[in-house]
T-cell receptor, first 111, second 115 residues
Framework: AQSVTQLGSHVSVSEGALVLLRCNYS??????LFWYVQYPNQGLQLLLK??????LVKGINGFEAEFKKSETSFHLTKPSAHMSDAAEYFC?????????FGAGTTVTVRA | IAGITQAPTSQILAAGRRMTLRCTQD?????MYWYRQDLGLGLRLIHY???????GKGEVPDGYSVSRANTDDFPLTLASAVPSQTSVYFC??????????????FGPGTRLTVL
């Protein structure tokens, strides 16, 4: 069964520093991968998705993710963290049109 | 545009009671989903519906039931609540015509506590 694993349940970064959130997938076929963000007391919203058109995917709010088949990874990055990036981030894979989520990574941003 | 609404926002429930969580979407999406979110486990799929009149079981369906009488509504029922069903519940919808890349849109959630 296809699944994703997020490495690190919590990441703390300084404002202006690089944000790097790790996600590895297990799949024997090309996966359909997503990153969602959940701000406090809200539902999830889509940051970006991998559609196989390009290995580097740009999303909202300055985030991007790179699909690396050789590493079975889809890590999320943002060059410069902002206080508003404090949230929980979920990697997900589409399996039979249904999403299977990772456990999530909480990002805190230090002033 | 409301998107997806869920009710109630939060609820405290005695064990053994019956409870229905409501979910309504106004995007005319054919697919709808119920997830529960628990700390350290991410979101897990409870039930889903690909189109009105059909439903399916997700990863953690035991103790829950759903119905899909029309396109817009997808209620989730706990027939006899137990403390392990304490969680935050999210409803979501998508246009499955977009294929496996379809974005799911999420409601604001219902925080349920079973005592």
């Amino acid at each position: 069964a296809q699944s994703v694993t997020q490495l690190g349940s919590h990441v703390s970064v300084s404002e202006g520093a690089l944000v790097l959130l790790r996600c590895n997938y297990s799949s024997s076929v090309p996966p359909y991968l997503f990153w969602y963000v959940q701000y406090p007391n809200q539902g999830l919203q889509l940051l970006l998705k991998y559609t196989s058109a390009a290995t580097l995917v740009k999303g909202i709010n300055g985030f991007e993710a790179e699909f690396k088949k050789s590493e079975t990874s889809f890590h999320l990055t943002k060059p410069s963290a902002h206080m508003s990036d404090a949230a929980e981030y979920f990697c997900a894979v589409s399996v039979d049109y249904k999403l299977s989520f990772g456990a999530g990574t909480t990002v805190t941003v230090r002033a | 545009i409301a998107g997806i609404t869920q009710a109630p926002t939060s609820q405290i429930l005695a064990a053994g009671r019956r409870m229905t969580l409501r979910c309504t979407q106004d995007m005319r999406h054919n697919a709808m989903y119920w997830y529960r979110q628990d700390l350290g486990l991410g979101l897990r799929l409870i039930h889903y519906s690909n189109t009105a009149g059909t439903t399916g079981k997700g990863e953690v369906p035991d103790g829950y039931s759903v119905s899909r009488a029309n396109t817009d509504d997808f209620p989730l029922t706990l027939a006899s609540a137990v403390p392990s069903q304490t969680s935050v519940y999210f409803c979501a919808s998508s246009d499955s015509a977009d294929g496996p890349y379809n974005e799911q849109f999420f409601g604001p959630g219902t925080r349920l506590t079973v005592l």
